[in-house]
């Protein structure tokens, strides 16, 4: 994760799955039932509420912002703007591209959508099903498609 431009390392698969999460949802909350379901993968322990509780304190602490992650009935919320996470920005990026009649602006913004792209998408939250399963998405043919148009000029 970066933060303010510095990398930042998430120790424990857990923790980067719980920000993964979220992330995917920025602006919406997240149920803790679906959090712990999700990052436990429906086997969670009897401590799951207060670990994942943990989770998010330490989350607050590395993002140098408690706001970031608010806790809203019935779980927890991201709470930064839209283009602060790379999902996001990418999805802008790509979507602009897709739409953009002038091929140096089409050019533009899938070469900074691809710089954002740092290997397989959700590779450090691999553990959890879940994830796995919207790594997919990512790399399957929505993006390919994007890549291969920028790439031979075709029309979005």
């Given at each position: 994760m970066v933060v303010?431009?510095?990398p930042v390392p998430i120790p424990g698969a857990r923790r980067r799955s719980v920000l993964a999460v979220l992330a995917l949802h920025p602006g919406t909350v997240v149920s803790?039932?679906?959090l712990?379901?999700?990052?436990?993968?429906?086997?969670?322990?009897?401590t799951a509420m207060n670990t994942l509780q943990?989770?998010?304190?330490?989350?607050?602490?590395?993002?140098g912002d408690r706001d970031a992650i608010v806790a809203r009935a019935p779980g927890h919320l991201l709470d930064?703007?839209?283009?602060?996470?790379?999902v996001a920005r990418v999805v802008e990026l790509v979507s602009r591209a897709a739409?953009?009649?002038?091929?140096?602006?089409?050019?533009?913004?899938?070469?900074?959508?691809l710089e954002m792209w740092r290997g397989p998408a959700l590779s450090y939250v691999a553990e959890v099903a879940w994830l796995r399963d919207q790594r997919s998405g990512w790399t399957?043919?929505?993006?390919?498609?994007?890549?291969?148009?920028?790439?031979?000029g075709w029309p979005g």
């Open positions: 303010r431009g510095v803790s039932d679906r712990i379901d999700l990052i436990w993968e429906e086997r969670p322990p009897t943990r989770h998010i304190s330490y989350l607050r602490g590395i993002l930064v703007p839209a283009a602060a996470t790379d739409t953009a009649t002038d091929h140096a602006r089409r050019a533009a913004d899938l070469a900074d959508a399957g043919r929505g993006w390919t498609r994007s890549r291969n148009s920028w790439t031979l």
